[in-house]
């Protein structure tokens, strides 16, 4: 599956509109395209999935190592791959979009600003392509799509300056009915915000699809992940708009060794039979309400109690504590399995990738195991004096500073969000 990266000079240039398009003019093309996101977001592919018509794979060396992110690139099948970058193409840790694309040693196609400029935007392209070899890193900048540039001689313009090595692949032109609108955490999920059909069919149509076929490449072939045996476990995950903050390879995994069953609180499912329950992140301040007649919770509650094993990821974290505070000051009984009572704010209270080591032996690893994740929250969690915890933090916020992974009966909630390659899943399927 040969793909390329689509990467930005900078945080808002217009990244995601530039991918959907992308994958788009393939899809016009004739060719079936896989999406991927660099960096732990679960909101950009969530738009990614709405034009592919499948899931968008996350790509991020922190979470998943060089060899991870190459088994995740090949978990699908398709003739393309597009991988949209995060913030700028430098910018970051061990996951920026230059890690990913080094990574996977794909061509990487600059989004540049070109509301304002023409030569410009090929010396910002030079600059890029240059810094590369500079600063020792093997990343190919092999052009630029243009974003918000004019038809006619702008684009002409911009095509024009750019030097020998550095191919005019389009652009996306001004429009409107192109913008995603943003909250906290974010742009609006896919299926609440759509870009504009016809709006994409005209960007799509401006992008030389030809050129963007012929420099895409494969990446080297990972080594494989050691097989481990199913478990004959049924799960049980959350899946509505209030626990929407998931990684695909982490429900391949589950299915991989265990029964899955998906049910929706927010809809009125109850909790089904099973062995275990997986509450991933999401939106739960944005349905507390709704949450706190649910049934699902008073089940949740009794099993969890009973000793049910439960992994609750940030909102799952806070649906399974005592209460949950909105921004606008409204508090909400929750499912009250774990010693906390938990507050939005209207800043972020962290946003980082994250690394724990296990304190005791836990749902997700055994004492001294160490586990890298992310965490990007808005809440704050207020633990009782006697609350035990799973996890010191070595890098990160977690809940109350030094340590993430409130832990009560079989319960374990964490802000940090991990991937499958961590081995937590599999530690997870393990202990049911």
């Not at 700028?88 to 794909?106: K, M, R």
């Not at 899946?239 to 265990?258: I, K, S």
Request: negative net charge.
């Amino acid at each position: 599956m040969k793909g390329v990266v689509i990467a930005g000079t900078r945080s808002g240039v217009g990244k995601t509109v530039a991918t959907l398009a992308t994958i788009h003019a393939f899809e016009q093309d004739g060719l079936t395209v896989q999406p991927a996101k660099a960096g732990p977001d679960f909101i950009d592919p969530s738009h990614h999935a709405v034009v592919a018509g499948r899931p968008s794979r996350t790509l991020d060396v922190w979470l998943e190592g060089v060899d991870g992110v190459r088994r995740n690139y090949y978990r699908a099948d398709a003739d393309r791959c597009v991988v949209e970058g995060v913030m700028g193409l430098y910018d970051g840790d061990a996951s920026s979009t230059a890690a990913v694309a080094e990574a996977l040693d794909l061509p990487v196609v600059l989004v540049v600003d070109a509301a304002a400029g023409m030569e410009s935007v090929a010396a910002t392209a030079l600059g890029f392509e240059r810094y590369a070899a500079a600063a020792g890193r093997d990343i190919d900048v092999v052009g630029v799509l243009a974003q918000r540039a004019h038809g006619g001689r702008h684009a002409a313009g911009i095509r024009d300056a750019l030097p020998d090595g550095l191919a005019y692949f389009g652009r996306i032109p001004p429009d409107d009915d192109l913008s995603i609108p943003d909250r906290h955490l974010g742009l609006h999920m896919g299926t609440e915000a759509p870009v504009d059909d016809d709006a994409l069919d005209a960007a799509a149509a401006e992008i030389r699809i030809d050129r963007l076929r012929d420099v895409a490449r494969a990446p080297p072939q990972p080594d494989p992940n050691p097989s481990l045996p199913p478990t004959g476990a049924h799960v049980a995950v959350a899946r509505d708009d209030a626990f929407a903050f998931w990684y695909p390879a982490t429900l391949d995994r589950l299915r991989e060794r265990a029964t899955v069953t998906t049910f929706a609180p927010t809809a009125g499912d109850d909790l089904p039979d099973c062995d275990g329950v997986y509450l991933p992140g999401g939106y739960p301040e944005r349905h507390a309400d709704t949450l706190a007649e649910s049934p699902a919770l008073a089940t949740l509650a009794d099993r969890a109690n009973e000793g049910l094993p439960v992994l609750g990821e940030c909102g799952g974290l806070m649906v399974l504590s005592r209460s949950l505070t909105t921004a606008d000051g409204e508090t909400h009984a929750m499912a009250d399995v774990l010693p906390a009572d938990v507050r939005m704010h209207d800043r972020y209270r962290a946003l980082d990738h994250v690394e724990l080591r296990a304190r005791r032996d836990t749902l997700t690893a055994s004492m001294g195991d160490r586990r890298r994740g992310h965490e990007f929250h808005y809440s704050s969690a207020a633990v009782d004096d006697d609350a035990r915890f799973a996890f010191d933090v070595v890098r990160g916020e977690g809940i109350d500073g030094d340590h993430d992974g409130l832990t009560a009966h079989r319960t374990l909630g964490t802000y940090c969000h991990v991937h499958p390659e961590s081995g937590a899943f599999d530690a997870f399927l393990d202990a049911l």
